[in-house]
Structures are given as C-alpha cells and as structure tokens.
Antibody
Framework: EVQVVESGGGLIQPGGSLRLSCAAS????????IGWVRQAPGKGLEWVSI???????DYADSVKGRFSISRDKSQNTVYLQMNSLSAEDTAVYYC?????????????WGRGTLVTVSS | IVLTQSPGTLSLSPGERATLSCRAS???????LAWYQQKPSQAPRLLIY???SRATDIPDRFSGSGSGTDFTLTISRLEPEDFAVYYC??????????FGQGTKVEIK
C-alpha cells in the first residue's frame, strides 16, 4: 500500500527551527514528486514546497529562503527543514505525493503533523 | 491565479443534491483542476482530477464539470459521510498548487 507518514511537529519558539519528516512506504521517494501542504488552524490549504523525482525543488513565496526540502533514499524519507519560524507558520503540515505524469494534483496524503510557533 | 469557491457554507439534508462552485481569476486548463474532500481532523482526499474524472474508489454520485473560469462539483444525493469541506485546486506553471478557500457542506 502506498502511504506517507509525517512526524517532527511540535511547539517551537518564534525564530526557531524545526525539521519535519515524511516517511514513505509502498514506493520509493525518488520515484514520485513529494510536496508539503499546510493548513493553519481553521483555514484552508496552502502549498509550501515540492521535491521532484529528479531532485530539483520549488517553494511557495511565503517560505522561500526559510524552508528547505530534501530527501534521503536510504531512509525513504522526505524532510522539510523550517528556519526563522513565525506565528504565521503555525499549521498542520501534510506530506502529499504525486506522479510525474499527473503532477498537477496530489493523490497520496499523510495525516499531518502539527507545528505550533509560540513563545 | 486565485480560486474563489462559493458558497462558503451549504446547508443541506441527506438525499439532497449539492452544487459547489469554483471560479478562477482567469481562464485555466481544465486538465489541471482538481477537487478534494476533507473531513475534520483528516487529510484531504482527492475526489476529481482533470475537472471531471473521478479518482480511484470515488462513488459516482460525485461529478465534476466546467471549463474556462467556472467549475462545478456536484454530489447527486448526499450521504451522511459526504458532509465535509471541499476544496478546488489548480496547478500553474509558476509553479504553484493553488487551493480555493473551501466550501463546507453541513447537515441542515
């Protein structure tokens, strides 16, 4: 079964850093496009970042320069390194996957991990 | 591209028909328009892709239509499990995966 599971969320102070993990099963993280989508409390969905099967990456303007996405094939895991966090980054962060031939939508989603930025 | 969904909330009874709208700020490719369902404390689930194609295991009471700037998700007869929030989403080549603000379908 194709599945992704997020971890690494928690409470962090403004200005701090946090690394989220997205562990994949049923497929290799090198074979899919893996993205992060976040949802602030009571709000809608916002795309954050993506890593393509070839290894290149893209970011939403709201996180460019602060967040970094990467992957480890040996761990079959995608990471989201988040720096210079602010209250506006408080959200549930979902890992979402898609294939190269249908990358315009996400068909695999994890259950999310909550990041709370607060002093 | 901005996606505007309406109405914000739809109050209906089980068995009724639900019609949800998603309007794009400019004409978009239908192939890149998708719909998701999200229930409380759950991840989004892909319902419709390419504006009108149902995703795997999605019941045929869900249908999508539209082109240009106006798209519609229709639930022909609401089942109790269909009460949820629905999002439309569009991919553009910025790149960006943009979501509408959502329509909540609640029990009347």
């Amino acid at each position: 079964e194709v599945q992704v599971v997020e971890s690494g969320g928690g409470l962090i102070q403004p200005g701090g850093s946090l690394r989220l993990s997205c562990a994949a099963s049923g497929f290799s993280v090198n074979s899919k496009y893996i993205g992060w989508v976040r949802q602030a409390p009571g709000k809608g969905l916002e795309w954050v970042s993506i890593i393509y099967s070839g290894g290149s990456t893209d970011y939403a303007d709201s996180v460019k320069g602060r967040f970094s996405i990467s992957r480890d094939k040996s761990q079959n895991t995608v990471y989201l390194q988040m720096n210079s966090l602010s209250a506006e980054d408080t959200a549930v962060y979902y890992c979402a996957g898609t294939d190269w031939d249908r990358y315009w939508y996400f068909d695999v989603w994890g259950r999310g991990t909550l990041v709370t930025v607060s002093s | 591209i901005v996606l505007t969904q309406s109405p914000g909330t739809l109050s209906l009874s089980p068995g009724e028909r639900a019609t949800l709208s998603c309007r794009a700020s400019q004409s978009v490719y239908s192939s890149y328009l998708a719909w998701y369902q999200q229930k409380p404390s759950q991840a989004p689930r892909l319902l419709i892709y390419g504006a009108s194609s149902r995703a795997t295991d999605i019941p045929d009471r869900f249908s999508g239509s539209g082109s240009g700037t106006d798209f519609t998700l229709t639930i022909s007869r609401l089942e109790p499990e269909d009460f949820a929030v629905y999002y439309c989403q569009y991919y553009d080549s910025s790149p960006a995966w943009t979501f509408g603000q959502g329509t909540k379908v609640e029990i009347k």
